[in-house]
């Protein structure tokens, strides 16, 4: 097992969007390994690779009863019903807060061999899908959250004794159904 440091909020690569995947190769599988490994020692629903530092458009999932990964992944929304209800972040260590998400979503992407894949999400495994490609894009759940719930959160997150002081500026989401409310 190789388990990875997992990067915390105020880490700069956490805002910092990820580059597309283009060599489907032996480093992949590796990075792969480590985001399940870290993933699951961590107990995580899913993990992207700005979390481990690397900056490449990877993540892994488990939650739902599914469990995989996608590679440089796209979603698209099925339907218009929303969720509204608990989520947290590995990069927010213990802390979680509700987050409106799309209920149904369906990925696409490629698997660590560079072949094709699509994952049908609903609930849990929708939320992490969003989740994570948000990660893959420089934004962080906080950035979704409404004013209130956002300034309670960031207050939370500066008593943590985890937190170092540093404080990102938070980002508008690139997805147009999910702008940052004010």
Same mark, same amino acid.
């Given at each position: ?17 990820? +580059?597309?995947?283009?060599?489907? !190769?032996?480093?992949?599988?590796? @990075? %792969?390994?480590?985001? $399940? &490994? ?19 458009? +990877?993540?892994?999932?488990?939650? !739902?009863?599914?469990?995989?990964? @996608? %590679?440089?992944?796209? $979603? &698209? ?106």
């Amino acid at each position: 097992m190789t388990v990875q440091p997992i990067r915390l909020f105020g880490d700069p690569v956490l805002r910092t969007p990820a +580059v597309e995947v283009t060599d489907f !190769d032996k480093e992949l599988r590796t @990075l %792969v390994k480590d985001l $399940w &490994d870290s993933m699951q020692d961590a107990g995580g629903a899913g993990l992207a690779a700005p979390q481990l530092g690397v900056g490449l458009r +990877v993540f892994t999932y488990h939650c !739902d009863g599914f469990a995989g990964h @996608l %590679v440089n992944p796209t $979603w &698209d929304v099925v339907g218009e019903e929303m969720q509204d209800g608990p989520e947290g972040c590995l990069s927010i260590p213990g802390m979680s807060w509700d987050c409106k998400r799309h209920l149904h979503v369906v990925a696409k992407g490629w698997n660590m061999h560079g072949e094709p894949i699509e994952v049908e999400g609903t609930e849990t495994l929708a939320r992490c899908i969003q989740h994570e490609t948000d990660h893959l894009d420089g934004v962080l759940f906080l950035d979704r959250l409404d004013a209130e719930t956002r300034k309670r959160a960031m207050r939370e997150i500066r008593q943590s004794e985890w937190f170092d002081g540093t404080v990102p500026t938070l980002k508008q989401s690139p997805h147009p159904l999910f702008g940052r409310s004010s």
